[in-house]
């Protein structure tokens, strides 16, 4: 992936940016992710959840990863995605304005959804955790 240039409003206005735009294939496996998040957290809670990959303020966390909203404050927030050594970030949601902090082959964003995938269905069997989304 190539060097990634901000939108005008995410460079006046937004979060600092990374070093490579994010290909469709690491979108749909954040999509993918995003989507079994929401999918066990209404399982478990019984109610609907906020995902942290939408404009909400929340923030989910485990072993394997960690996801945060897009913040809105003046704080610099280093990422909105950590999986191991790859940081991605968006400009107010997933799928708008993404760069990651380096380039990531398709056989890494295939790694990447396995070992997120397997840790939320993971924590769903352990029945959850407390509200910063710590395993027990």
């Known amino acids: 992936m190539s060097e990634y240039e901000p939108e005008l409003g995410q460079a006046i206005f937004g979060q600092p940016h990374k070093?490579?735009?994010c290909s469709a294939l690491v979108t749909a496996a954040l999509e993918e992710i995003a989507g079994e998040l929401s999918r066990v957290m209404r399982n478990l809670r019984q109610r609907h959840y906020d995902s942290p990959f939408r404009n909400t303020?929340?923030?989910?966390?485990?072993n394997t990863f960690e996801v945060h909203a897009y913040s809105w404050s003046d704080e610099e927030q280093p990422y909105?995605?950590?999986?191991?050594?790859?940081?991605?970030?968006?400009?107010?949601y997933l799928g708008r304005g993404m760069s990651a902090n380096q380039n990531i082959p398709p056989d890494r964003v295939s790694e990447m959804l396995d070992d997120c995938i397997a840790a939320l269905r993971q924590y769903e069997e352990v029945g959850g955790a407390d509200e910063e989304g710590e395993l027990p």
């Open 80 to 92: 909105n995605f950590k999986w191991r050594d790859v940081e991605i970030g968006w400009y107010k």
């Open 19 to 21: 070093q490579f735009g």
């Open 57 to 62: 303020g929340a923030s989910f966390k485990c």
